[in-house]
Structures are given as C-alpha cells and as structure tokens.
C-alpha cells in the first residue's frame, strides 16, 4: 500500500540501492533477445547517446510509472512501448536532464516536483545505434500527463505490483530489420514490453528486490 510514508519508505530504500553496485548486463541477460545484430554491430563513431526517464509516484495505495507507446512509423521502435526519453542534445547539461527535458516534451510532466535518485546501467542497442541511460525519479503525486500526438500514441500508467509478477513473463518471435528473434517479454495491458526497455526493467526489478543489508548485492 502506498500511502505517502510507505512511498517515502520506498523513495529512501530505492535511493540507496542505487549506490550499490548495479547487476547491469547480468539483469539485462534475463530479458535478452536473441538477435545476431547484437553479435556483430557494436558501438562505433556514429554512436549516439539518449537517456529515458523512470518515474515512480504513488496513486490509489500503489506505486506506479509511466510507459508510453510510440505511433507507427518508418522506424526501428515503431508501435513499442518504451519509457518517455530521447536523444541527448547539446543544450543538455547531462544526460540526466535529457531525460527530464524529453519527459517534458513527450508526456507534458512538469518537472517542478521531480527528484531523480539515480540511474541504471547505460545500455546499447543496436538496432537504433544509441546507448540509452535510464534515470530513476520520483513525484509525491500523481502527474497530469499531456502527451505529444506525434511522438506518443498513448501512456499507460503501470503499476508495481504488475509489472513484479513472474507470471506476465513470456517469450515470442518479432521481426526485427527483416530478422526474426526470438524475444522474453512482459505482457502488461494487452501489450508486450521487450527489447531494450524489458532489459531495463529487469535490472529495475532487481534493484528493487536486492537485500540491501548483504553487502553482496
């Protein structure tokens, strides 16, 4: 139940889990697609960077963040659902603020009551050829979300809970630049969360569930 001292509760632990030392690629692993293109194309010159933005608040006695849907288009992250982030732009101070900035401009947050607390491992993904930085942030309260048509077809608000239950694990074939790979997903809202932004919620997920008082996780 998220009353305001359990999410507080939450806030605090979560904020010191992410000064231990982050599971990364091993968390990343579990929900891994099985793509050649991950085998032969590795960072190179061209290499952009992007940050996303994972936004905790409570609502109704849970916790809850934001995923968006991405409209259809002549690209590789066509109709995916993703966390609200982007490119890093030069006017940005960091990385950091590019997810902040893109949160902005793709969901309207207002980023008055937002507190980032950390970040996740940086992530590479080949089929765009950008690494990917996910921030970790909180609001005390449910945000109004006001998205942009033409870069959000839709938000779903997930909760927790959800999203922390074995059970909507699966695995599927997607086409991916003409190659078929074999895919773990979440299954949450009659959508299927994979690729990238499956690997960042399983290294979110443990996180979360690292024993904070073993000095092994």
Not at 19 to 38: D, F, N, T, V
Request: hydrophobic content about 40%; charged content about 25%.
């Amino acid at each position: 139940m998220a009353t305001l001292g359990s999410f507080s509760l939450f806030t605090s632990q979560l904020t010191k889990k992410l000064k231990y030392p982050l599971p990364g690629e091993s968390a990343h692993r579990i929900m891994q697609a099985s793509s050649k293109l991950r085998l032969y194309f590795k960072p190179n010159a061209r290499t952009r960077k992007s940050a996303v933005l994972v936004l905790f608040y409570p609502h109704k006695d849970e916790i809850y963040f934001p995923l968006i849907l991405r409209p259809a288009y002549d690209g590789v992250h066509s109709g995916q659902v993703a966390f609200p982030g982007g490119r890093y732009e030069p006017t940005d101070e960091d990385l950091m603020r590019t997810a902040l900035r893109e949160a902005q401009e793709e969901i309207g947050l207002r980023l008055t009551d937002v507190k980032v607390l950390g970040i996740l491992t940086e992530l590479f993904i080949p089929a765009s050829n950008f690494y990917v930085l996910p921030v970790i942030a909180t609001m005390p309260y449910r945000p109004d979300f006001y998205p942009d048509p033409r870069e959000v077809e839709d938000i779903f608000e997930i909760k927790l809970e959800e999203i922390s239950d074995v059970n909507i694990i699966g695995s599927s074939d997607i086409q991916i630049r003409g190659e078929q790979v074999h895919a773990p997903h979440y299954m949450v809202q009659g959508y299927k969360i994979w690729g990238a932004t499956a690997m960042m919620i399983s290294e979110l997920l443990t996180v979360l569930n690292a024993d904070i008082s073993d000095p092994e996780n």
